[in-house]
């Protein structure tokens, strides 16, 4: 069997070095303005229910991703919010891309309810800054 030649990217931009970090209030309306202003939060989870997500909006109970034991990190990009057109329900979500590829999930995202500490999401959440 032939190998396939791997073709490396060139980056000709210096790196940029990481000047520190700073932990996050466990608090989601923090989180959600630490976002706007700061860019991408790096936060624990557990991945309990990461592992049976399919798409959509995940609204797993407290039973199903106990919050008290998380054991991955996550990268959360961004939020929003649905509204059902039928009902109206509006229903606020975390935008969070995920390190298992673009296979997993939307195309490497999860869409995770935001505003009660689903799957422990505020238990250590930080952003790092650059000089």
């Not at 199903?64 to 929003?80: N, T």
């Not at 109206?88 to 869409?111: A, L």
């Not at 799957?119 to 650059?130: E, N």
């Amino acid at each position: 069997m032939k190998r396939k030649k791997v073709r490396r990217a060139r980056c000709d931009t210096q790196p940029i070095p990481v000047a520190g970090f700073r932990k996050v209030e466990a608090n989601e309306e923090i989180m959600k303005e630490c976002v706007f202003q700061y860019g991408p939060l790096t936060a624990a989870i557990n991945s309990a229910s990461l592992h049976k997500y399919k798409g959509g909006i995940d609204e797993p109970t407290d039973g199903q991703c106990p919050p008290d034991s998380v054991d991955h990190h996550v990268l959360i990009v961004g939020y929003s919010e649905y509204e059902d057109p039928d009902t109206g329900k509006r229903t606020p979500y975390w935008i969070i891309k995920n390190s298992w590829g673009t296979n997993f999930g939307d195309n490497g995202y999860y869409y995770l309810v935001r505003g009660r500490n689903a799957c422990g999401i505020t238990t250590d959440v930080s952003f790092s800054f650059v000089k």
